[in-house]
């Protein structure tokens, strides 16, 4: 567990240090940081700054229309019987092909199964629904909308297109109980499955739009050329995914979403505010892998840049595996301090993570494991490792002790602030108090 953990926290550490080191309004031509504390205070005031870029008030538009849309076109107000009889009539349709039945059965028990292929697509679910005088109207269309107005009489709609070519591609199976009985002490099971083929579509848009003004938009584009067949064979086949999330002001841009086997595979994100920049990430990998196994990656690199003030960039030399293999090592031998330092060495010659200010060449931090002795052991002395920020000054100090609530207090209430402040955002849309429903699901009774 801990092997996954360390992972994950190379990442999680990389992700926290970008957010920390941004400053949307660019330019920062402070002098780099050389001691810790000069280190802390400019990840302090840097991550505020950020905090405040991406403040809940620059969301209260879509939360102000989610809250009206929500209280106006409820189950309450709406009669919904004619989009609920749309999608049974669209799954009625769809086109299902029975293809074996298989039984099992004891003294005690007998369970059949009715197996299905069930293919899904776009043009099975296409309509406009109109609300008005507490009705859905449905017309035919070649898309699928939903059309409401908001509290100044604005139309509003939502809609859902595809395009391009399609390809079908097996997404999984989908188990319905259908029966229960009992015939003279013996259980009745009857079950059907259906295998889920879905024609996926080379475009996808979605949009939200209020008085012809665009809120929200997704566009999606797959590339479906290198698709070899209709079942998943990730030693075989080639996937390329682009899109863009666009959202008052704000943009998420998946620049890249590539896999191939043995070479090439990466994802590349750029999340921006206006035309600037906040965080560009890539990720690159050449994988070694089938649908049922992990063999291995080579050539595994991270790069990440924040308003051009902060890059990180991170590498992994050799094969992921091999870390694997040193940390198996390490845990063997955590009461042999020679070998298990030698071991947690090795792990630390196989990976490079830097951080850099300004687009410099000269890395400013690195991050590294560290052993020590486990302070929890009584009876014998064992050692364990921890993941550690070193700076170009050789000092060195462990994420959580870097990262501690008394030197960062001010980021942890603005943080705090802003979660608040969206929790608010989301209560005021249904009404709902979200600490509460959290509690009710806490609470020992329910269990």
């Given at each position: 567990?801990?092997?996954?953990?360390?992972?994950?926290?190379?990442?999680?550490?990389?992700?926290?240090?970008?957010?920390?080191?941004?400053?949307?309004?660019?330019?920062?031509?402070?002098?780099?940081?050389?001691?810790?504390?000069?280190?802390?205070?400019?990840?302090?005031?840097?991550?505020?700054?950020?905090?405040?870029?991406?403040?809940?008030?620059?969301?209260?538009?879509?939360?102000?229309?989610?809250?009206?849309?929500?209280?106006?076109?409820?189950?309450?107000?709406?009669?919904?019987?004619?989009?609920?009889?749309?999608?049974?009539?669209?799954?009625?349709?769809?086109?299902?092909?029975?293809?074996?039945?298989?039984?099992?059965?004891?003294?005690?028990?007998?369970?059949?199964?009715?197996?299905?292929?069930?293919?899904?697509?776009?043009?099975?679910?296409?309509?406009?629904?109109?609300?008005?005088?507490?009705?859905?109207?449905?017309?035919?269309?070649?898309?699928?909308?939903?059309?409401?107005?908001?509290?100044?009489?604005?139309?509003?709609?939502?809609?859902?297109?595809?395009?391009?070519?399609?390809?079908?591609?097996?997404?999984?199976?989908?188990?319905?109980?259908?029966?229960?009985?009992?015939?003279?002490?013996?259980?009745?099971?009857?079950?059907?499955?259906?295998?889920?083929?879905?024609?996926?579509?080379?475009?996808?848009?979605?949009?939200?739009?209020?008085?012809?003004?665009?809120?929200?938009?997704?566009?999606?584009?797959?590339?479906?050329?290198?698709?070899?067949?209709?079942?998943?064979?990730?030693?075989?086949?080639?996937?390329?995914?682009?899109?863009?999330?666009?959202?008052?002001?704000y943009s998420v841009a998946l620049e890249k979403c590539k896999y191939a086997?043995?070479?090439?595979?990466?994802?590349?994100?750029?999340?921006?505010?206006?035309?600037?920049?906040?965080?560009?990430?890539?990720?690159?990998?050449?994988?070694?892998?089938?649908?049922?196994?992990?063999?291995?990656?080579?050539?595994?690199?991270?790069?990440?840049?924040?308003?051009?003030?902060?890059?990180?960039?991170?590498?992994?030399?050799?094969?992921?595996?091999?870390?694997?293999?040193?940390?198996?090592?390490?845990?063997?031998?955590?009461?042999?301090?020679?070998?298990?330092?030698?071991?947690?060495?090795?792990?630390?010659?196989?990976?490079?993570?830097?951080?850099?200010?300004?687009?410099?060449?000269?890395?400013?931090?690195?991050?590294?494991?560290?052993?020590?002795?486990?302070?929890?052991?009584?009876?014998?002395?064992?050692?364990?490792?921890?993941?550690?920020?070193?700076?170009?000054?050789?000092?060195?100090?462990?994420?959580?002790?870097?990262?501690?609530?008394?030197?960062?207090?001010?980021?942890?209430?603005?943080?705090?602030?802003?979660?608040?402040?969206?929790?608010?955002?989301?209560?005021?849309?249904?009404?709902?108090?979200?600490?509460?429903?959290?509690?009710?699901?806490?609470?020992?009774?329910?269990?």
């Amino acid at each position: 567990m801990k092997k996954i953990l360390l992972l994950l926290a190379l990442f999680a550490t990389v992700f926290v240090v970008s957010c920390d080191e941004n400053n949307v309004g660019g330019g920062n031509t402070s002098a780099k940081p050389t001691t810790p504390e000069e280190h802390k205070k400019r990840l302090e005031e840097i991550t505020i700054g950020l905090i405040d870029e991406v403040a809940a008030t620059n969301f209260e538009e879509i939360s102000d229309l989610a809250t009206y849309l929500y209280s106006e076109y409820s189950e309450d107000k709406y009669d919904y019987e004619e989009i609920e009889d749309w999608a049974d009539e669209c799954y009625a349709a769809l086109a299902r092909t029975f293809i074996g039945e298989e039984c099992d059965s004891s003294e005690w028990y007998k369970e059949t199964y009715m197996y299905y292929n069930t293919v899904v697509k776009a043009s099975n679910f296409t309509g406009k629904f109109v609300a008005k005088n507490g009705k859905w109207k449905y017309t035919e269309a070649n898309d699928l909308s939903f059309h409401v107005t908001d509290d100044k009489g604005n139309p509003c709609v939502f809609r859902l297109t595809t395009s391009g070519n399609t390809k079908k591609v097996f997404f999984g199976e989908n188990w319905q109980y259908t029966e229960y009985d009992n015939e003279n002490g013996k259980y009745i099971y009857s079950y059907d499955v259906d295998n889920i083929y879905v024609h996926v579509p080379e475009k996808i848009t979605v949009v939200l739009e209020q008085g012809g003004k665009s809120l929200a938009k997704a566009n999606v584009k797959i590339d479906l050329s290198s698709i070899t067949g209709e079942n998943l064979n990730l030693s075989k086949d080639k996937y390329n995914v682009t899109g863009e999330f666009e959202f008052n002001g704000y943009s998420v841009a998946l620049e890249k979403c590539k896999y191939a086997p043995e070479a090439g595979s990466a994802v590349a994100i750029n999340f921006k505010k206006g035309s600037n920049s906040l965080i560009k990430a890539s990720i690159s990998a050449d994988l070694d892998v089938s649908n049922e196994n992990f063999y291995g990656s080579t050539n595994n690199i991270l790069d990440i840049d924040v308003m051009g003030e902060l890059q990180i960039k991170g590498a992994i030399i050799g094969d992921v595996t091999e870390i694997e293999k040193q940390l198996d090592a390490a845990y063997e031998n955590d009461t042999n301090e020679k070998l298990f330092k030698k071991a947690i060495e090795n792990i630390n010659n196989l990976f490079d993570v830097k951080l850099y200010y300004n687009n410099s060449k000269t890395a400013s931090a690195t991050l590294k494991l560290m052993p020590f002795i486990d302070d929890r052991s009584y009876e014998e002395l064992y050692w364990d490792y921890e993941l550690a920020i070193v700076f170009d000054d050789e000092t060195s100090y462990s994420i959580e002790e870097f990262f501690n609530e008394k030197d960062f207090k001010n980021v942890t209430k603005a943080f705090e602030r802003l979660i608040e402040d969206y929790i608010d955002l989301i209560e005021a849309v249904d009404g709902e108090d979200i600490e509460e429903s959290e509690d009710y699901y806490d609470d020992e009774y329910y269990y």
